[in-house]
C-alpha cells in the first residue's frame, strides 16, 4: 500500500509541475517571433509541405510487417532455452507459429503488400 501512495505522489507532483510550468510559459509571453521565425526547418531548408502530411498505406503494412518479424525474434530467443528442456513439443509449438508468420507473409505479398512500384 506504501508504494502506491509514492506512486500517487510522484504522479501528483508531476502534474502540478506541468500545471506550473504551462502557466508559467503562457504568462512570460508564449510564441515569440513572427510566423517565418517559428517553421521549422529540415536540414536548414524550409521544408516542402506539412509534417503531418498522410502516408501511404503501403508504409502502415511494412510496419506491420516488420513488427510480426520483429516479435518472432523477441519469441524465438527464449525458445531456444526452453528447447533444450522441453524437446520435441517446443519444436512442434515453433514451427506452427513459424507457419502462422509464414502464412501472413505469404497473404501481404498475394496482396502486393511488398511492391514498391
Known amino acids: 500500500m506504501a508504494a502506491f501512495g509514492a506512486a500517487l505522489a510522484v504522479v501528483a507532483a508531476a502534474a502540478v509541475a506541468f500545471a506550473a510550468l504551462r502557466w508559467s510559459g503562457t504568462a512570460l509571453g508564449g510564441t515569440t517571433g513572427a510566423a517565418p521565425e517559428r517553421v521549422p526547418f ?3 531548408v524550409p521544408p516542402d509541405f506539412h509534417a503531418w502530411n498522410r ?3 503501403r508504409y502502415y ?3 506491420l510487417l516488420f513488427l510480426a518479424f520483429d516479435m518472432e525474434m523477441v ?3 527464449p525458445w ?3 528447447f533444450v528442456r522441453e524437446g520435441t513439443t517446443a519444436l512442434m ?3 506452427m507459429f ?3 508468420l509464414l502464412l501472413g507473409i505469404l497473404y501481404a505479398w498475394r496482396e502486393g ?3 514498391w512500384v
Do not use: P, Q
Open 75 to 77: 519469441f524465438m530467443y
Open 113 to 115: 503488400a511488398l511492391e
Open 61 to 63: 503494412a511494412m510496419a
Open 93 to 95: 509449438e515453433m514451427g
Open 80 to 82: 531456444a532455452v526452453v
Open 98 to 100: 513459424i507457419s502462422i
Open 55 to 57: 502516408f501511404h498505406v
Open 42 to 44: 529540415a536540414g536548414g
